[in-house]
């Protein structure tokens, strides 16, 4: 199983950027998906949570700025940041919860996608 991201890039501040997540490979069910972001010199930090059945969950400095979506027949999920900040620039890495047969549900990360937001 593979989680592989795309759609990072350096922007200016203010302008938009979407990410995606495509897990492929022997999938039975893809769970819920995750996006995490690491900056320079801090930890990993999620940035927001989304179930198989929609619930979406946001960490408090991205409400209303960045959008979590997925298509659960494509196995992607997708993160759309609007009003981007040069604090929001880091590494980030998708994660998630992947049953491989009806019974075993494992844990897999991207390997990480940089965003680089210039003032």
């Known amino acids: 199983v593979q989680l592989v991201e795309s759609g990072g890039g350096l922007v200016q501040a203010g302008v938009s950027l979407t990410l995606s997540c495509v897990a492929s490979?022997?999938?039975?069910?893809?769970?819920?998906m995750r996006w995490y972001r690491q900056a320079p010199g801090r930890q990993r930090e999620v940035v927001a949570g989304?179930?198989?059945?929609?619930?979406?969950h946001y960490t408090d400095f991205v409400k209303g700025r960045f959008t979590n979506s997925r298509t659960n027949a494509k196995n992607t999920v997708y993160l759309q940041m609007n009003s981007q900040k040069p604090e929001d620039t880091a590494v980030y890495y998708c994660?998630?919860?992947?049953?491989?047969?009806?019974?075993?549900?494992?844990?897999?990360w991207g390997q990480g996608t940089q965003v680089t937001v210039s003032s």
């Open positions: 994660n998630a919860d992947i049953k491989v047969t009806t019974s075993y549900v494992y844990d897999y």
């Open positions: 490979g022997n999938i039975y069910k893809v769970n819920t």
């Open positions: 989304l179930t198989l059945g929609g619930t979406v």
